[in-house]
């Protein structure tokens, strides 16, 4: 996760809360199937917005890739699928 780790801290202006949480999700999600995984995005997701933040696209990307990485092929391609209705 080193590599990821670079990703998000080279993220213009990320708010340390967001980078909390990022971490947070791709950390505590890492093995876990796309349908345990998905509740926990949206949680993510609204946590972020009672502090009146939200995920941009290229942060939710970077998610996604860091929690692909421990994913069979199978849920790497269903991950992919429902990429862009997340994004």
């Given at each position: 996760m080193s590599d990821l780790s670079s990703q998000i801290r080279n993220l213009s202006d990320l708010d340390p809360k967001?980078?909390?949480?990022?971490?947070f999700v791709i950390s505590s999600c890492q093995g876990k199937p796309l349908e345990l995984?998905?509740?926990d995005l949206m949680a993510?997701?609204?946590?972020?917005s009672e502090q009146g933040l939200s995920?941009?696209?290229e942060e939710?990307?970077?998610?996604?890739d860091g929690l692909k990485e421990t994913m069979s092929p199978e849920e790497q391609q269903r991950i992919d699928m429902i990429r862009p209705l997340i994004m």
């Open positions: 967001k980078l909390e949480i990022i971490e995984i998905l509740p993510a997701a609204s946590r972020l995920f941009t696209n939710i990307s970077i998610i996604m």
